[in-house]
């Protein structure tokens, strides 16, 4: 049994460290792929329930989630301009999200 963390992770910077972590936050499975974005304001992560968690690198505070699988996501990655985002899930689905 996989135990489910609440923390997202910690990322060591000029001796600087930060957690970027929610509540409703699980991985759903032995890896996930994050990413920053193009300009390093947001970082976002897939979770086990479908959604996808957008952090706020200066407050490390979730700034949205994004609803729209329906099985744990294991990646999500910026396109070069930030103007886009894409998401990968287990049952083999890609989301293409746009900025607002």
């Known amino acids: ?10 990322l060591f910077f000029f001796g600087l460290f930060v957690t970027f972590s929610a509540e409703a936050y699980k991985t759903g499975m032995n890896w996930a792929k994050s990413s920053f974005s193009p300009d390093g304001s947001f970082i976002v992560a897939g979770s086990h329930d479908g959604n996808i968690f957008v952090w706020n690198t200066n407050s490390a505070r979730v700034d949205r989630s994004l609803r729209g699988h329906s099985v744990a996501v294991a990646a999500v990655s910026w396109s070069y301009n930030g103007m886009q985002m894409y998401s990968a899930d287990k049952d083999k689905t890609v989301i293409i999200w746009e900025s607002e």
């Not at 049994?1 to 997202?8: A, D, G, I, P, Y």
């Open 1 to 10: 049994m996989r135990r489910s963390l609440n923390f997202f992770f910690s």
